[in-house]
């Protein structure tokens, strides 16, 4: 059996090459290029030094997230256009996941860290037993103060790794109250041979997808975020299983349909697919069960950034699902060095300015008659760096 593996998830890019129990190649950079301009030639060299044919892989094995937002995207369409070439299946690996596997039957607790900026980490904690890898609480995104209590908590050894150790070792240290200790440099980061070697399992578990079902998770909603939801909720349920990703093509349906029952002047599907394929756009969407509550998008330009729509489904508006997409999107445009954020909304709406204004925008203008049916100013608010 043989496994292809990418990760591109956080600040290093790595390509692996696992056949059955042996590592045939691995191309780990850690260095300031973005993974567009290394992931492929990357690729292209371990294929041109170990002679590989890629016809001859079973599956591709990628690291799904969470992680970096543009990270994660390079990653997943690699994946996805090697798998629809060779027509191969995909194991979607999570990141957290694969980075604990690099510490394969370490004693204790094994804790990775991944900065997810706000002093909060993407996180899980793992251990091995009798060399069976154990998944204790699975990755999920927590403040770090949150993670240490819980490790306190659990009153056992802890190995820490991830890039967040540089960013929280400080506090590790002033607030952990077992023993704990640092993995070394060789595998205190991503590294695709761990991705490739837990695909692999997954693989044989027959834990796989096509190339046009991955999907990456940038990450999902915390239990704090979940509960104020629900507090904040007018409704019978609340929102208990909201995932937030990238909108997909295969999401514009549904988006068309929240978009014509709340806007006079909709968007067109052609308008939103052509802003899904460009590279200084991202668009957001939240999903409970399948079924798209609620998007927005972000169009880039250099360190600024103009927010073109915020919206949430009818029956599922006062749940929160709103601010969480605002504070997603201002915290993933922040990861790609957008600092400064504009946005207009109607002069009427003042549930949505009240909104805005919670999270640092503040008002800058008014530009006439910019909506129509019905005629209204729209208020023009920017957020400033923090």
């Keep these: 059996m043989k496994i292809l593996a990418l990760d591109s998830s956080g600040i290093v890019a790595s390509v692996a090459v696992v056949e059955d129990d042996t590592l045939l190649a691995e191309y780990t950079v850690n260095y300031k290029k973005t993974h567009s301009q290394t992931l492929l030639p990357m690729l292209d060299e371990i294929v041109k030094m170990t002679e590989l044919d890629l016809e001859s892989i079973d599956a591709i094995a990628v690291a799904a997230g969470p992680g970096s937002f543009t990270g994660l995207r390079i990653g997943s369409a690699t994946a996805k256009g090697l798998g629809l070439a060779l027509k191969k299946p995909l194991v979607a690996v999570p990141t957290v996941d694969a980075l604990a596997y690099n510490l394969y039957d370490a004693q204790g607790v094994i804790c990775p860290i991944m900065d997810a900026r706000r002093k909060q980490v993407y996180t899980g904690i793992y251990r091995f037993e009798e060399h069976q890898f154990v998944t204790l609480k699975e990755q999920w995104a927590a403040p770090i103060e949150e993670l240490l209590e819980e490790l306190n908590h659990r009153g056992e050894m802890v190995t820490f ?3 967040g150790v540089p960013v929280f070792r400080d506090l590790i240290a002033e607030k952990l109250q077992v023993p704990y200790s640092f993995a070394p440099a060789h595998v205190n980061k991503q590294r695709a041979a761990a991705v490739a070697a837990l695909g692999s399992i997954y693989y044989k578990e027959g834990r796989t997808e096509t190339a046009m079902e991955h999907v990456p998770e940038y990450l999902r909603v915390s239990q704090a975020e979940r509960e104020r939801a629900e507090r904040e909720s007018t409704e019978t349920g609340g929102c208990r299983d909201m995932i937030l990703r990238e909108m997909l093509v295969d999401d514009l349906d549904q988006v068309m349909e929240i978009e014509q029952d709340l806007f006079h002047v909709p968007w067109t ?21 399948e079924k798209i509550l609620g998007y927005c998008g972000l169009l880039m330009v250099l360190d600024e950034g103009d927010i073109t729509n915020v919206a949430v489904r009818r029956d599922r508006q006062r749940e929160g699902i709103g601010a969480f997409l605002m504070q997603s999107l201002i915290r993933l445009a922040t990861e790609q060095d957008v600092t400064t954020i504009h946005l207009e909304v109607r002069v009427g709406n003042e549930t949505a300015i009240r909104l805005y204004e919670r999270m640092g925008f503040t008002r800058d203008g008014i530009r006439k008659a910019y909506y129509s049916d019905p005629v209204e100013d729209a208020l023009l608010m920017t957020r400033h760096p923090q």
Excluded: N, S
């Excluded at 599907?269 to 069960?289: C, H, N, P, Q, S």
């Design 161 to 163: 790794l991830g890039d």
């Design 269 to 289: 599907k052609e308008g939103f697919f052509t802003f899904l394929t460009r590279d200084d756009a991202m668009f957001l969407v939240v999903e409970e069960k």
